[in-house]
């Protein structure tokens, strides 16, 4: 390694390489000055963001025109319809709504069932699980069963991994052979045995 410190060509192309790190470092480029400078990048960048802006106002009244024909229709239907059937209506929607919430606290229910399962010594599992279900669309029948397999598939992996470092090693022999003398040579000799 000295005779590489040494050498003449090392150190010409040592400060060769620092210029050209040197030279090779990006410098910093203001935007602001090279929008005002560059008129053809300026009227790019103008364009780009008048187009964005268009699409998304264009977007956002397409979006209140579908919800204002919608309560348009609604209003119309409703103006249609005798008495009975306007009852019958909102009875219907009310009856969603119902639907709604009861699903919703169904789904809170499940969710604190879910949970007591996951926390309770006999069937006790890693409660990051219950995030991986759809509490909404599940009967408690489901909960069980997903539960259970839960359960069955960490006990598996835990035994596993006990088993795994519970393997006793083979115990330390420095000779395979098993040639080793009972005692060792200097003692033998100092003892003065062959």
């Known amino acids: 390694m000295d005779g590489e410190n040494q050498n003449p060509d090392n150190a010409n192309l040592g400060a060769e390489n620092q210029k050209g790190a040197e030279q090779t470092k990006p410098e910093k480029v203001n935007y602001e000055e090279l929008i005002k400078t560059d008129k053809e990048l300026q009227s790019f960048l103008d364009s780009r963001i008048s187009n964005s802006n268009k699409t998304a106002i264009e977007n956002a009244r397409k979006q209140w025109e579908l919800e204002r024909d919608t309560e348009k229709t609604e209003a119309e239907k409703l103006a249609q319809m005798t008495e ?17 919430i009861q699903k919703k606290l169904n789904a809170r229910d499940l969710k604190d069932e879910a949970l007591k399962i996951a926390t309770t010594e006999d069937t006790a599992f890693d409660p990051e699980f219950l995030n991986l279900f759809d509490y909404e669309n599940m009967t408690a ?51 003065g045995l062959k």
Do not use: C, F
């Open 84 to 100: 009975t059937q306007k009852l019958q209506y909102q009875l219907s929607q009310k009856d969603k709504s119902i639907q709604e």
């Open 141 to 191: 029948e489901q909960l069980q069963e997903k539960t259970k397999l839960i359960k069955s598939i960490q006990d598996r992996i835990v035994e596993k991994t006990v088993n795994e470092w519970s393997k006793e090693k083979p115990p330390y022999n420095p000779d395979p052979s098993g040639n080793k003398p009972s005692i060792d040579p200097a003692i033998r000799k100092a003892m």
